[in-house]
C-alpha cells in the first residue's frame, strides 16, 4: 500500500509547480536508488555521478592501467597525461592562475591535515589560529590538534542569529596575534553562504593566512580563488559528483611555499641518500607515492560534465528546490529549520522528536537524509541540540523526489508527534 493511499490528503498537499531535472538520467546511480524505491536527499554527503564521470573511471582500467610521472612507456605517458589534464581542469574550474598550484590529496580532510603538518613549524607558542563556531570537524579537529602540539590557542568566532559569521566580533577577535584563519564558505549544516571576503579583509590586513573550507561551496557555483584572495582553497571530489579518494589544496604561490613536506615517500624528492633528502616543489612534493591515479582521472570527466552544463539553468533549478524545500518544511507543525540556508540544503529538528527517530522512519519509507550532528559536533552544541535532520539536493532531484520526501515526512510526524 503506498503512501498516498494511507493518507488521502498527501494527495492534496502538492507542490507549487511540477520541477523537472533536465540532467537526471544523466545520473546512473540516481536511477538505481529510484528504482529501488529509494529518493537521495543526502548529496550534501556525497553526489550521485553522472555516466561520464563512470565512463572515464572504467576506462582508465579498462584501457590498460599504467602509474604517473615516472614511466616513459605509452601507457605510463597516457596516464599522466590525463592525470595532468584534471589538474589544468581543475585549475580551470576554481580560476587558479596555474594547475600546478593544486596539489592532489585523498579528501579535504586529507588536505587541511596537510596544511596543518605542512605549517606546523610557522607557528610559535602563544600564536593564534581563528576557526568559526560552524567548522566541519575535518576544519577544526587538525587545527585543534595542532594547537594542542605548539601551545598555540584555538579562537572561535561565534555566530550571529541568522548563523552567519558575526562580523563584527570578528573584527575584535583577529588580531595581531592572529597566525591564520580557516572558515567554510558555506555551512554544511546551515547551508547558509559565509561573509568570506570581510573576514578575508580582516586577516589579510593582520598578515595572517587564510584556508577556506569549499567543500560544499565548491558545489553550488563557480568559485574564484583569485577573486576570494585566499591564501588556501579545499574542496573534495565526491561532493562535485566525481569520484571518491580525492580531495583539491589550491595555495597562492607564496602560502605553497610556506609549506613543508608532511608525507615522505617515492615521486615526491628530487634527491635522496641514507642521510638526508631534498623535496620537489608543489605540486608533487605534497603528493607521495601512488595517488588516486583513475579518480584523479575520472574527477576530470566530472568537471567535464558539469562545465557542459547550462549553469544558469543548474543554479535556477537549485534555487527552484529550494525554495520549495523551505516553505514545505516551514508549513509543517513543529517544524524548525536550523539558520537562514542560502541554498542546496536545509537541517531542521521537530519540536518532541527525535532526529534519529524520525530520520529511522524517513529510511523505511526510502528517503535518504542525513541525521546526526553532521561532523560539526561543537555547532550543534551551541544550538542545543544533539542533532538535526538534513535535507540536501543535488542537479538531478526534482519535485517529485521533494514531494515523496514530504508524504514521508507528515506519515512519520503522525506517527511520532
Ligand atoms: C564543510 C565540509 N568540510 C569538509 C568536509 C570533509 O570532506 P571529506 O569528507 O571529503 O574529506 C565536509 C564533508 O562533509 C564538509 O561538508
Given at each position: ?9 498527501y ?69 599522466t ?29 586529507e ?33 585543534q ?20 559569521i ?11 596575534r ?50 576570494l ?93 529550494h ?95
Amino acid at each position: 500500500m503506498g503512501i498516498a493511499a494511507l493518507n488521502p490528503s498527501y494527495g492534496l498537499d502538492c507542490l507549487h509547480m511540477p520541477i523537472h531535472s533536465p540532467w537526471r538520467t544523466d545520473f546512473p546511480g540516481i536511477l538505481a536508488l529510484a528504482a529501488e524505491g529509494q529518493t537521495y536527499l543526502d548529496s550534501a554527503a556525497t553526489a550521485q555521478k553522472p555516466q561520464a564521470m563512470l565512463d572515464a573511471l572504467l576506462g582508465y582500467y579498462a584501457g590498460g592501467a599504467a602509474n604517473v610521472h615516472r614511466a616513459q612507456h605509452l601507457p605510463g605517458e597516457r596516464a599522466t597525461r590525463a592525470f595532468e589534464a584534471t589538474r589544468a581542469k581543475a585549475a580551470r574550474w576554481l580560476n587558479a592562475p596555474a594547475a600546478e598550484q593544486l596539489i592532489f590529496t585523498r579528501s579535504a580532510t586529507e588536505a587541511f591535515n596537510l596544511l596543518a603538518y605542512g605549517l606546523e613549524q610557522r607557528f610559535q607558542p602563544g600564536d593564534e589560529i581563528v576557526i568559526s563556531a560552524l567548522e566541519h570537524h575535518a576544519n577544526l579537529l587538525p587545527w585543534q590538534q595542532l594547537a594542542l602540539r605548539r601551545q598555540l590557542k584555538l579562537v572561535v568566532l561565534p555566530l550571529d542569529h541568522s548563523g552567519l559569521i558575526n562580523l563584527d566580533q570578528a573584527a575584535q577577535l583577529i588580531t595581531p596575534r592572529t597566525r591564520l584563519l580557516a572558515i567554510s564558505q558555506l555551512s554544511n549544516v546551515l547551508g547558509s553562504w559565509q561573509p568570506l571576503a570581510p573576514l578575508l579583509t580582516l586577516a589579510r590586513a593582520q598578515g595572517a593566512l587564510s584556508v577556506v573550507d569549499g567543500a560544499q561551496g565548491v558545489v553550488h557555483g563557480r568559485p574564484d580563488v583569485q577573486a576570494l584572495d585566499c591564501d588556501f582553497y579545499v574542496c573534495s571530489s565526491h561532493k562535485l559528483y566525481g569520484p571518491d579518494g580525492v580531495g583539491l589544496l589550491y595555495g597562492r604561490n607564496d602560502a605553497l611555499q610556506q609549506l613543508a613536506p608532511w608525507q615522505f615517500g617515492g615521486e615526491m624528492l628530487l634527491h635522496t641518500d641514507y642521510a638526508s633528502a631534498t623535496f620537489r616543489p608543489a605540486p608533487l612534493g605534497f603528493e607521495a607515492g601512488t595517488p588516486p591515479i583513475a579518480a584523479v582521472i575520472a574527477l576530470g570527466a566530472a568537471i567535464d560534465y558539469l562545465g557542459s552544463l547550462d549553469a544558469s539553468a543548474v543554479s535556477a533549478h537549485e534555487a527552484t528546490l529550494h525554495a520549495e524545500l523551505l516553505s514545505g518544511l516551514q508549513q509543517r507543525r513543529g517544524v524548525r529549520v536550523l539558520g537562514s540556508p542560502n541554498v542546496a540544503l536545509a537541517s531542521f529538528v521537530v519540536e518532541g522528536v527525535h532526529h534519529a527517530d524520525l530520520a529511522h522512519l524517513l529510511s523505511e519509507q526510502g528517503i535518504a537524509v542525513r541525521a546526526g550532528h553532521h561532523c560539526a559536533m561543537p555547532l550543534l552544541q551551541g544550538l542545543g541540540l544533539s542533532g538535526a535532520v538534513r535535507v540536501s539536493l543535488g542537479v538531478y532531484n526534482d519535485g517529485d523526489d521533494l514531494q515523496r520526501f514530504f508524504n514521508a515526512l507528515d506519515q512519520a510526524l503522525e506517527l511520532l508527534q
